[in-house]
C-alpha cells in the first residue's frame, strides 16, 4: 500500500504559522511608521496610550497562545488514542498524518461551542469582533491609517485582543486627519469640530447593519455544531468582519467617522454585547451553571481556554481604550493649536 504524503498538510500548518509572524510584523510596521511622522517631544497621553495597549498585546498574545499550544497538544493525543494500538510507534511524533486527518479549526470551534454553557464564552468573541469591524472601518476613514485590513486577518489567524491591542497602537501612533505633531496636515481638519459625531447617516446606517447581521448569524453557530453546512455558517461572521472596511470604497469619501464611541455608536457596540451575553446566558440557564462555574469553564478545555481569554483580553482592552482615548484625543487637539470646546 503505497503511504500517502504529509508535505501538504505540515506545509499548510507551517504557512499559517509564518502567516502569523508575517502579519504582526507588518502590523507593527503600520505602527512604526505613524510614529515616524509625530515628531514633537514629550508625548504624555500618546505614550500612556502605547504603554498600556503594548503591556496589553504582550499579554493577550500570551494567554490565547499558550492555551492555543495546549490546544494543539490535545487534538494531537485524542487523535493518537483513536489509532489502532501498535500500528503507530510510541517514540516518533506523527505531526504529519495528525494535520492531514485532523481538521483544526472546524474541531476546536467545535469544542468551544459543543455545549450552551462553553457557548456562553466563545460567543462573546463575535460581538467583540463585530464592534472592532466598524471601529476599524471609522478608524480608517478618520485617520488614513493603511492597510487596517491586515488588522482583521491577523485576528482571524491569531487573537481578536492581541489584534486589537495593535489597533488600539495604531491609533494612538496616528493623528486625526493624516496630521503630524508639527500640524500639518494632509486632510481637512473640519472633523475635530465633533470627534464625539458619528459621522454621515449612510455609513452610520451600513456599520450598524453590518453588526447586526453578524451578530443574527453568530447566534445561530451553535445550533449548527452537529450539521453539514456549520463550518460555512461558522466562515460568515469571520468574513463580515472585512465587510466596513470594504463599505468604505463604496460610501463617500468626504465624510468622517469619530475618533471614539460616541453615544450613537456605544449605543450599538453595547446592545451587539447585551444580545450575545444575553442570549448566551438565557441558553447557559438550563444547565444550571452559577457564576463560578462561567470561570471553572474557562479552563475546562484548551480549546475554551484560548477563546475564553480572548474574551477577558478584548474586555480588559476596550475598557483601557474606552478610558483613554478622550484623553489622548484631547492632547492630540492641544499639540495641533485646536481649541478645545468645554
Known amino acids: 500500500m503505497e503511504e500517502v504524503s504529509n508535505v501538504r498538510p505540515l506545509a499548510i500548518f507551517s504557512g499559517y504559522m509564518v502567516t502569523a509572524a508575517v502579519l504582526t510584523a507588518a502590523c507593527i510596521s503600520i505602527i512604526r511608521g505613524g510614529l515616524s511622522r509625530q515628531q514633537r517631544q514629550p508625548w504624555p497621553q500618546r505614550k500612556l496610550a502605547l504603554t498600556v495597549f503594548s503591556l496589553l498585546a504582550a499579554f493577550s ?13 490535545w487534538s494531537y493525543n485524542e487523535w493518537k488514542a483513536r489509532q489502532i494500538p501498535g500500528l ?13 486527518e485532523t481538521k483544526l ?5 467545535a469544542t468551544v461551542l459543543d455545549s450552551p454553557s462553553r457557548s456562553w ?3 462573546q468573541i463575535f460581538g467583540f469582533c463585530a464592534n472592532w469591524s466598524v471601529m476599524l472601518a471609522d478608524q480608517e476613514r478618520r485617520r488614513g491609517i493603511p492597510h487596517l485590513w491586515l488588522f482583521m486577518l491577523l485576528a482571524q489567524v491569531v487573537a481578536v485582543s492581541f489584534a486589537s491591542n495593535l489597533f488600539f497602537l495604531a491609533v494612538a501612533a496616528y493623528s486625526p486627519d493624516g496630521r503630524n505633531d508639527n500640524g500639518n496636515e494632509k486632510g481637512s481638519a473640519a472633523g475635530d469640530e465633533d470627534d464625539d459625531d458619528d459621522g454621515d447617516s449612510a455609513s452610520s446606517f451600513w456599520y450598524d447593519a453590518v453588526i447586526i447581521v453578524t451578530v443574527s448569524l453568530a447566534l445561530g453557530v451553535p445550533a449548527a455544531v452537529d450539521q453539514a453546512h456549520f463550518l460555512r455558517l461558522l466562515l460568515m461572521p469571520h468574513l463580515l468582519g472585512f465587510a466596513p472596511l470594504l463599505l468604505n470604497r463604496a460610501l463617500p469619501k468626504g465624510s468622517s467617522s469619530s ?12 446592545g451587539a454585547m447585551a444580545t450575545v451575553v444575553g442570549f448566551a446566558t438565557f441558553a447557559a440557564v438550563s444547565e444550571e451553571v452559577g457564576a463560578d462555574l462561567y470561570w471553572n469553564l474557562l479552563h475546562d478545555h484548551p480549546a475554551v481556554s484560548s477563546v475564553g481569554w480572548d474574551v477577558v483580553c478584548c474586555t480588559v482592552s476596550y475598557s483601557a481604550w474606552y478610558l483613554l482615548h478622550r484623553n489622548l484625543r484631547e492632547w492630540i487637539k492641544s499639540t495641533q493649536g485646536v481649541r478645545i470646546e468645554t
Do not use: I, N
Not at 498574545?61 to 497538544?73: A, C, D, P, S
Not at 479549526?105 to 470551534?109: G, P
Open 88 to 100: 503507530l510507534d510510541p517514540d516518533v511524533v506523527h505531526l504529519g498524518r495528525w494535520l492531514r
Open 259 to 270: 475618533t471614539g464611541p460616541g453615544w450613537p455608536r456605544m449605543a450599538t457596540y453595547t
Open 121 to 123: 464564552w466563545s460567543l
Open 105 to 109: 479549526f472546524q474541531q476546536a470551534w
Open 61 to 73: 498574545l500570551g494567554m490565547t497562545w499558550y492555551h492555543m499550544f495546549r490546544f494543539f497538544g
